[in-house]
C-alpha cells in the first residue's frame, strides 16, 4: 500500500474496518485518539501513550501556533521529533478553539480575525496561513479550517457557516502542497440532515474539480460540529445517513466525542475515528470508566475498598492499585492519582476500540453492540 492508500479490511453491517498508511506508519479502525493538545497528552509520556496501544495523537494547531510558535515546532524536527512521539499525529486546525471565543471573533470571506487567549493580540487567518501553520507543525494529517457552528443555532447561521466552510474547505486544498502530510477535510451543517449533505456534496464537488485540474483528493473526511451542546439522540438523528453519504475509500472521523457508550454506537454507523478529551480531564477530575459504569473516586464507599479499579481491567492501574489507594491519592490531590486514572481511562477506550474492530472482523459487529448496550458500561453514559 502506497502512503495515504485506506484498504476497508472488513465489514459487518454499516461498521468497518479500516487499515491507512501514514509516513509514521499504518493505523487500524475503528480507533479513539488521545488528545495532546499541547503537543502532550496530559498526565501520560508518550512511551506509555505507545504501551497503551494509541495509534494516533492529536495536537491542536491553534494552541501550538500561538505557544510556542509553529516556526518552532518546524525548527525541533516537527511535531513528532519535539514531542518524541513516533507514531501517525493529527492535528486539528484550531477552527473549533477560534469559534468557541464568540465574542472577539471577527469572521470575512476571507478568513478570520480572533484575540488569542495567550496575550490578548489579535491574529487574522486565512485557510492558506492556517494551512501554512499545519504543514510546519507537520503532523501526518491535517484538518481544513472551517466554521463550527454551536447549538442550539438559528438554521441561517449555520447556513452560512456550511457556506463558509465549503469556501475555506478549496482554498485549504490548493494551498496544501506538503508531500508527506495529508488533508481531511470538514462536514457542517448542524442538526440539519439536508445542510449536512449538502456540505457533503460540496467536499465531493470540490475535490473533483482539484482531481480533475491535476491537483490532490482529501485523504479523508471529518464530521464536525457534533458534540456542541446537543443530546447524544439529537445527534444520532443525522449521523447515521451523513457518515455513509461519505466516499467508502477513505476514514470517516468523528470530531470530539468521547463518551463509550456513543463511540460503540457510532462505529455501527459507519464511523471509524474518534478523539476527545473525556478520558484524560474526567481522569483529573478523580472519574474513571469501568465495567460497572462511571465511577467517582472521591465516593467515601472507597475508602477500605481494596479491590482493583476494575475487575475486568489488565492496564497497569488496575494490576497494581487498589480502590482505597486511588481514592486516596484523588483525595490528597496528589498528581499520581490523575495519572493512574488517566492510564486506566485511556486504556480502556482504546481496548473498546481493538474489541469493536474484533467484532467488526468477525462480522458479528451487531451483536457487539447490542451486548454493550446490554452491559452495565453503557450506563451513566
Known amino acids: 500500500m502506497a502512503l495515504f492508500d485506506c484498504r ?50 492529536l495536537a491542536n494547531a491553534y494552541h501550538l501556533a500561538m505557544r510556542p510558535g509553529a516556526e518552532v515546532v518546524a525548527d525541533a524536527g516537527g511535531v513528532h521529533a519535539f514531542m518524541d512521539y513516533p507514531g501517525p499525529m493529527l492535528t486539528d486546525s484550531g477552527g473549533f478553539q477560534i469559534f468557541s471565543l464568540a465574542d472577539t471573533v471577527k469572521l470575512t470571506d476571507d478568513g478570520v480575525e480572533f484575540k488569542s487567549i495567550y496575550d490578548g493580540a489579535r491574529v487574522f487567518w486565512t485557510p492558506e496561513e492556517n494551512m501554512r501553520i499545519q504543514e510546519l507543525i507537520g ?52 442538526m440539519h440532515q439536508d445542510l449536512r449533505l449538502e456540505s457533503v456534496r460540496r467536499l465531493l464537488e470540490i475535490e473533483s474539480a482539484s482531481v480533475e485540474a491535476g491537483g490532490r483528493r ?34 470517516r472521523y468523528l470530531m470530539g466525542v468521547g463518551n463509550p457508550t456513543t463511540l460503540v454506537r457510532a462505529v455501527g454507523e459507519g464511523v471509524d475515528m474518534f478523539d476527545c478529551v473525556l478520558p484524560t480531564r474526567t481522569a483529573r477530575m478523580g472519574t474513571a470508566f469501568s465495567s460497572t459504569g462511571r465511577m467517582n473516586m472521591r465516593n467515601a464507599k472507597f ?59 468477525a462480522g458479528v459487529y451487531d451483536d457487539f453492540l447490542q451486548t454493550w448496550l446490554d452491559s452495565p458500561a453503557s450506563k451513566d453514559y
Open 218 to 251: 482529501f485523504g479523508g473526511f471529518g464530521i464536525g460540529g457534533y458534540s456542541v451542546g446537543e443530546s447524544h439522540e439529537v445527534m444520532f438523528e443525522t449521523l447515521g445517513s451523513v457518515a455513509r453519504a461519505l466516499p467508502e475509500d477513505r476514514p
Open 139 to 190: 503532523a501526518d494529517i491535517a484538518m481544513q479550517l472551517d466554521q463550527c457552528a454551536p447549538y442550539p443555532a438559528e438554521r441561517a447561521f449555520v447556513e452560512r457557516a456550511v457556506d463558509l466552510s465549503a469556501a475555506w474547505a478549496k482554498r485549504c486544498l490548493a494551498a496544501h502542497t506538503r508531500p508527506d502530510q495529508t488533508l481531511f477535510g470538514i462536514v457542517q451543517g448542524g
Open 8 to 57: 476497508i479490511d472488513a465489514r459487518s453491517g454499516h461498521a468497518r474496518a479500516l487499515t491507512y498508511v501514514t509516513a509514521h506508519g499504518d493505523f487500524q479502525t475503528p480507533m479513539f485518539m488521545p488528545v495532546g493538545t499541547h503537543a502532550t497528552v496530559k498526565g501520560i509520556t508518550p512511551d506509555r501513550l505507545k504501551e497503551l496501544g494509541a495509534q494516533v495523537v
Open 303 to 361: 475508602t477500605r475498598d481494596f479491590t482493583p479499579l476494575d475487575l475486568t481491567c489488565g492496564c497497569y492501574t488496575c494490576t497494581h492499585f487498589t480502590r482505597a489507594y486511588l481514592r486516596h491519592l484523588i483525595k490528597q490531590d496528589e498528581m499520581l492519582g490523575g495519572i493512574l486514572l488517566t492510564i486506566h481511562n485511556l486504556h480502556y477506550l482504546l481496548d473498546l476500540m481493538r474489541r469493536a474492530r474484533a467484532a467488526v472482523l
